[in-house]
């Protein structure tokens, strides 16, 4: 079971990036997936979430209406769109499958993880 992300790069403030996280070795079109990221320094923190259907998502405070997360589970991918891109948002991107029920915040609630992908915002 593998969860690769993609998508990060070096941007400049206010500028936009989509991440993208595609699963193999087996279907999370039931599950909760997430993003979480980590700066240097810091703890791995929450981004957002999806429920199974796409009906129901979560965010960070910091992020609320700059981040918009999504899936295709024809794909068994999650994007995150990434809009007026802060310095603040630098770091590595993780994305996340979590359980079959609500949607958590917590890490500790997903048992999969993709490798990251660095998003770096100069200003």
């Known amino acids: 079971v593998q969860l690769q992300a993609c998508g990060g790069g070096l941007v400049q403030a206010g500028a936009s990036l989509r991440l993208s996280c595609a699963a193999s070795?087996?279907?999370?079109?039931?599950?909760?997936m997430g993003w979480f990221r980590q700066a240097p320094g810091k703890e791995r923190e929450f981004v957002a979430a999806i429920n199974w259907s796409g009906g129901s998502t979560d965010y960070a405070d910091s992020v609320k209406g700059r981040f918009t997360i999504s899936r295709d589970n024809a794909k068994n991918t999650v994007y995150l769109k990434m809009n007026s891109l802060k310095p603040e948002d630098t770091a590595v991107y993780y994305c996340?499958?979590?359980?079959?029920?609500?949607?958590?915040?917590?890490?500790?609630?997903?048992?999969?993880w993709g490798q990251g992908t660095q998003v770096t915002v100069s200003s």
């Open positions: 996340a499958a979590g359980g079959l029920g609500a949607i958590a915040t917590y890490a500790g609630r997903y048992g999969y």
């Open positions: 070795g087996r279907t999370f079109s039931n599950n909760v």
